[in-house]
């Protein structure tokens, strides 16, 4: 599923290709779920002629504000990826949505699996839940972070996937981060001392960090097709793969219905001596 990274490559890649000030045509939506509000026809009516002024990121969440104070918001659901190419290319499978541009160019929204999501709002935060800092500003503070840990009593895992805690994590990077930080999936939240909270700080800062970096080195290499998903996390995901840290075998678990990575030696269950 795209994460902060993802997202955030998909937005860094749609400036690069000019989306920024282009015109949008009228759009061709082919599966009308995906349309969430307005109706699919105030949509198509509502998005058409007008133009892109930003493209910006929140959480996992792209918002283009339009010339008419409006904004075009995009959630790509599990497999979603976004690609600009001229309206001649043949267009590559699964195409589910096609916003036309001015210069004979199309952004062609792929959609495999059909979970992605459209809007077309006056205020973006009518798409999103509640939403929490941005992991890789300044808001994101380690404060921040205990203050919405320390009541919870819920798995630390199962917290770092709600928005309202940290926006733009998923299960992949939750993982990564707590691999990180040395810090078992289960433990309560609660239970996590001011050392491990300076180090899962430090995890999901530095899990993203790399992926961002990663994706936009991707992009230099390999433009204008650049790869829409990276696996730049060190914490094997696969039955009978060794910890790159310790040797040990990573184990797979449930927390709360999510398939969990983790290495038993390096994030042991008990909680830390305080």
Known sequence: MPELPE??????YLIRSGIVGSQLGVPEITWARTVHEPSVGEFI?????RRVVDLKRRGKY???PLDDEQHLVLHLGMTGSLRIHDADREPPPMVRHTFPLD????????DPRKFGHLWLLA???????KMGPEPLESSFTEEALADALAKRKAPVKALLLEQSVISGLGNLYADESLFVAGIHPER???TLNHDELSRLRFGIVDALTRSTVAYAAARDA???????????????????????????EVQLLKVRN?????????????????
């Open 62 to 64: 792209l918002v283009a």
């Open 222 to 248: 390999d433009w204008p097709d650049p790869p829409t998903a990276l696996a730049p996390w060190t914490i094997p995901r696969a039955p009978g793969l060794l910890c790159p840290q310790c040797d040990t």
């Open 103 to 110: 210069g004979s160019r199309e952004m062609r929204f792929i």
């Open 45 to 49: 009516e509502g998005v058409a002629g």
């Open 188 to 190: 309560a939240a609660n």
């Open 123 to 129: 205020d973006p935060a009518d798409a999103m839940p």
């Open 258 to 274: 999510r398939s969990t990575w983790y290495c038993p030696g390096c994030q042991p269950a008990s909680p830390a001596p305080a």
């Open 7 to 12: 997202v955030e490559n998909t937005r860094q």
